[in-house]
């Protein structure tokens, strides 16, 4: 990798980070909200962050020990079974 390439990304997380923080609390309300858990689709519906964000997310908290998986149940989208996750 380049030092161009590896500016341009330094640059983008450090400007994602703010947002990232956001996110990720607005993740961990959802899911306190929903002591069933919820699946990152359904924090995607209750936050209204995209999908990708909020599953970025979950996995950041689960490596902090904020959230776990207890469980897995059909996509609402694809019927295909995924994590359920709910606040640690």
Known sequence: MNQTTR????????FSLPMAETIRLA???????HPEGLTAEEVQAATGY????CRSR?????????VEVIGK?????????????RAA
Do not use: D, F
């Open 27 to 33: 993740v961990l309300a959802a899911l306190r909200a």
């Open 7 to 14: 500016e341009t990304r330094e640059a983008g997380y450090q």
């Open 58 to 66: 979950l996995t950041e908290a689960k490596s902090c020990g904020l």
């Open 73 to 85: 149940r059909p996509s609402l989208r694809t019927g295909i079974a995924v994590a359920v996750w």
């Open 50 to 53: 995209s999908l990708n964000s």
